[in-house]
């Protein structure tokens, strides 16, 4: 219900501010202004040419009606060849060079909108699905291209050709071509109608298109699932009803625009007709020589064409105010807040938590509540608690991929909203429970992003202290192997692996593992855990897990249950309260046991 509401909103807003839109658009063209003005020097061309043929028809006329047709024998043939070479190098100038700069135009909004995306608050991502956003960046920034090329194409050749026999037209005969003055205003009711509807229908073919990217995304991602549990029939269903709004919503769209040029035809018929009646008149035609009367019918013959596809054009032209609106609306989005000053090279690592309280954008309820906690430098902080009662909450704030209003999270006895958000960030390495591999190598994807510059020794030391060189050796090209998509072509543990490997190579004072060996067979988690155990050592290690077996070394054990610290202390101290994790220890050693 809210995609529809946004649908019928949209328009009326860029209806408004629909040009403002476009030339915000065309400005992205400044820097192609070279290639724009070879374009527009070649319809130049073209649109002269025009002209010219209904003045070669004129001279050809007058010429055979007083019989000197020798003089001219060779000069007309020469005069046509002329005319069709010069309208077809006006062609090739206007439409390749307008071709560049709309491949360009799309090259930096499509980059634009990726600069932007990684710049965007993690909130973001989990308020709208992945296929949207690839819409976003495929479909909608495709609809520009159009606007650029097909429609700046037809509105500059035309919108010449049609300046040029005009203009003869008035040379001619003035009286005449008032005429078209007084049909002009019956077809910018039409074109004005028929905007309004094509933006309407278009921003609605993209939030369908979005829809249908949604669907197959989601059921590409979960093919097991769909598979397992028997959800073909559902996922088609499902993508059969995105597509058939899709498909009628251009249907509607091409009702629009086939009526649109019957109507807008109709109307240049009755100017033809009414011109003709005219001319006819001895009164108006008079002074007009047989030649004069030719080219002048002729020239406005000619205007039919360029009139009828500058309002077809407008259909184009109003998806690339509707694509323009979506892609503007992204870019305008307010980036990650980044308020700190403080530069820092290396932390210490003391956290401490002061009161603090969170809750998500949009979320009723509050996720973490008073919280109260103090983890010193080099000390390891394990999270417990059931699933969903705030464990990774806390762990994700102190990276601030969120912000909080309610208290403190202070590090090195510094506020963490006033460190450089990038300084911060390079001070923590994290392996998640979800792990995160990228469509490259394993060398890629150990020495990642500001890891990249680290030495060949560095990626393996790092790879040996995660348990992961023995199987990177046995694979075909070592270090240089492909993971695929998300690491789809390694087992579950081998990603977990390269991910732990990362986090030792980044070599981070704060170190956040979410479930590291959750992923893991029993004989790989106790190597990771040796692993980890060194990593951990001297680093201020905040660790959420399940298994208790995994943290009963922590400095600091706190149970997190609905948002609140309920127990914290050591393993030994929280079993002689008899209390929450007792009871969590207790029932997983009988499980274990059992």
Known sequence: MQDKDNVEALPQKAAVSGMKIYFRLLGYVRSSWFYLLLSVIGYVIYAAMEPALAALLKHIVDIVSVGSISESRLLIPMAILGVFIARGVGTFLGNYFMAKVANNVV???????????????????HSIPTGRLLAKLTYDTEQVIGSITQAIRVLLREGLTVVGLFSYMVYMNWRLSLLFLVVIPLIGLVVSYASKRFRKLSTRIQNAMGGVTDVASEAIKGHEVVKIFGGSHYETERFNKAAHENRRSQLKMEMTKSLNIPIVQF????????????????????????????????????????????????????????????????????????????????????????????????????????INLSLPAGKTLALVGRSGSGKST????????????????????????????????????????????FNGTIRENIAYGHLSDSSNDAVVDAAKAANAWEFIQELDNGLDTMVGENGVLLSGGQRQRIAIARAILKNAPILILDEATSALDTESERAIQTALDGLMENRTTIAIAHRLSTIENADIIAVVDHGEIIEQ??????????????????????????
């Open 267 to 370: 109307i240049l018929a009755l100017m033809m007709a009414a011109l003709i009646w005219l001319a006819l008149s001895p009164s108006i035609s008079s002074h007009m020589s047989p030649g004069d009367f030719i080219a002048f019918l002729t020239a406005a013959g000619m205007l039919g064409k360029p009139i009828r596809q500058l309002t077809d054009v407008n259909s184009i032209l109003q998806k690339g105010i509707a694509a323009s609106y979506s892609i503007f609306d992204f870019l305008d989005m307010e980036e990650e807040v980044d308020k700190g000053g403080v530069s820092i090279e290396r932390l210490k690592g003391n956290i401490e938590w002061r009161s603090m309280s969170f809750k998500y954008p949009d979320a009723d309820k509050k996720a973490l509540i008073n």
């Open 569 to 594: 202390g050591s393993h030994s101290e929280l079993l002689a309260m008899n209390g929450a994790y007792a009871q969590l220890h207790n029932q997983q050693f009988s499980d274990t046991t059992a």
């Open 394 to 437: 806390m762990a994700n704030l102190i990276p601030r991929f969120y912000d909080f209003d309610e208290g403190s999270i202070s590090i090195d006895g510094v506020f963490i909203n006033d460190y450089k958000l990038t300084e911060l960030r390079s001070n923590i390495a994290l392996v998640n429970q979800q792990v995160v591999l």
């Open 107 to 125: 090259f930096d909004l499509r980059t634009s909108m990726f600069n932007k995306l990684v710049l965007l608050p993690s909130n973001y991502y």
